[in-house]
């Protein structure tokens, strides 16, 4: 690496999912991007290849090589997507290796989201240091080179998938996909068949979203129906691939949301959690019935377990830990500071967990406060970090000041205001807001630790004893 503090990352990838424009931007971007700019364990630029030949409609190799040499990446990381234009064209020998690797020193990993793509994976293993696949453990077993493989889990960004302990109004949910006009009418079979026996049987399911679908949701509006999602269903089976299983991003955006995780049973999932443990498992459709009806009416067993699942993906299983696990694979240094950081935060959630067991049908106050605080602290102190404007070491909020934002964060997850400043009374940090928290009507004025004046309350004293909404609300 350089003289960088930090090792600086270049992307390469599709800017569009599906490389169509209309479909929206590439789940990479808040996936992979947004959770290492999330992480604050590196830099990065990126280089979107569709957008350049849909500008320049001809190979970009040249222009991927100049940015190299512009930016000095210490690695490439690259979203390949196979396309008979925009991608099957370019030369991989001689700019992947001949002038990349080879000349230029800089390691290139392939991101693999689906193992649809192991023959391509393995038809790229010449041009790459690294292929990570995070659905499915059997590239590992059927590659004719395994040691160039490493399996991790779906990244996601603890900014958008967290549970700010809203009132849980949804019982049961799938988000996601249910049918396609564009492919094979048996895709996603799988999916309307559970949720057709499930509604046969008098249980109603929530089902929304999916970025190809007519019910399209931003990410924010997709992670908020976790946050309020009592049981989150997930099916596990590949789309068109009945035989086999995937581990799904969707089985830590709902854990890191708080909901109870449920889908069939399978050996993928199981490499991470702990079946019935972590999440709950079901084996056919009597006993995916049963389950739905037992933790509806247990609510104490399902909040037990769902806070489980929660304390082990936010300790082991978040953006922050792929990518220290992926760096250490590489040799990457990264600061220790940050490390230890992430440590004491998975310390803090489990002493939090273990200390304050659950009680029947809601979260005992001891465990909602303690929760609360770490939830809340969590977000102001990556909204702090960004921002730079406070001086607070480690950048972590003191605890009074959690409770009084907590309140705060329920309005504007309920009532969709949009913050417009925090970090600055002056408004230095409007910009960076726009970027952590989604743009709704309304507005609030800023939060930070400044002390106020004889016209304005002081927050330090005020927010131990009053809605911090009310006192810095705009009129």
């Known amino acids: 690496m350089s003289e960088r503090k930090k090792p600086h990352v270049l992307f390469v990838q599709d800017k569009w999912c599906d490389f169509d424009p209309n479909v929206g931007p590439s789940p990479s971007e808040h996936k992979i991007i ?4 999330s992480s604050g364990l590196a830099t990065y630029d990126r280089f979107y290849f569709d957008q350049f030949w849909y500008k320049h409609h ?3 190799g040249a222009a991927l090589v100049k940015q190299c040499l512009d930016f000095k990446p210490d690695l490439i990381v ?3 997507t196979y396309h008979k234009e925009i991608t099957s064209q370019i030369p991989k020998e001689e700019i992947f290796n001949g002038i990349i690797r080879e000349k230029m020193g800089i390691p290139i990993v392939a991101l693999w989201y689906d193992t649809a793509h192991r023959p391509a994976g393995d038809r ?7 292929n990570v696949v995070v659905d499915s453990s059997s590239s590992l077993t059927t590659s004719r080179q395994p040691e160039k493989y490493l399996h991790l889990w779906s990244p996601e960004d603890t900014k958008i998938y967290y549970n700010p302990l809203l009132e849980r109004d949804i019982d049961l949910s799938f988000v996601g996909t249910v049918h396609r006009k564009d492919i094979d009418e048996n895709i996603y079979k799988d999916r309307r068949k559970g949720i057709d026996v499930l509604r046969k049987a008098g249980i109603e399911v929530y089902q929304v979203g999916g970025q190809r679908s007519d019910q399209q949701l931003s990410v924010e509006e997709y992670a908020q129906v976790f946050m309020r999602s009592k049981i989150s269903l997930n099916f596990p089976r590949s789309p068109g691939r ?3 299983f995937q581990c799904k991003g969707r089985v830590f955006e709902a854990t890191l949301c708080g909901s109870l995780l449920l889908e069939e049973e399978n050996p993928e999932t199981a490499k991470w959690l702990e079946p019935n443990v972590d999440y709950v498992t079901y084996k056919n ?7 739905v009806k037992y933790y509806l009416e247990h609510d104490d067993e399902r909040i037990e377990i769902a806070t489980r699942g929660y304390e082990k993906a936010r300790s082991k299983y978040t953006g922050f830990t792929f990518w220290l696990a992926l760096f250490e694979r590489l040799g990457i240094k990264v600061e220790d500071s940050l490390v230890s950081q992430n440590k004491l935060l998975e310390s803090q959630t489990s002493q939090i967990l273990e200390n304050h067991p659950q009680k029947a049908n809601s979260l005992s106050e001891p465990l909602e406060a303690s929760l609360r605080w770490n939830s809340v602290s969590e977000l102001f102190s990556q909204i702090l970090h960004q921002t730079d404007l406070l001086n607070i070491k480690g950048h972590n909020l003191p605890k009074p000041y959690c409770f009084a934002l907590e309140s705060l964060l329920r309005k504007i997850s309920k009532k969709q205001m949009k913050v417009l400043e925090i970090g600055s009374w002056k408004g230095m940090a409007t910009a960076v ?4 928290l989604s743009e709704y009507e309304g507005t609030l004025f800023a939060i930070d630790t400044w002390k106020g004046s004889s016209s304005v309350p002081s927050m330090e004293k005020e927010a131990m004893y009053n809605d911090i909404f009310d006192i ?4």
Do not use: R
């Open 34 to 37: 947004g959770t290492l700019a």
């Open 58 to 60: 001809f190979s970009w």
């Open 78 to 80: 690259l979203g390949w």
């Open 124 to 130: 790229l293993l010449p041009y790459v240091d690294l």
């Open 242 to 244: 009945v035989n086999l």
């Open 285 to 291: 459709e009597t006993d995916l019935i049963e389950k």
């Open 433 to 436: 807001m726009g970027g952590v």
């Open 472 to 475: 810095f609300i705009q009129k």
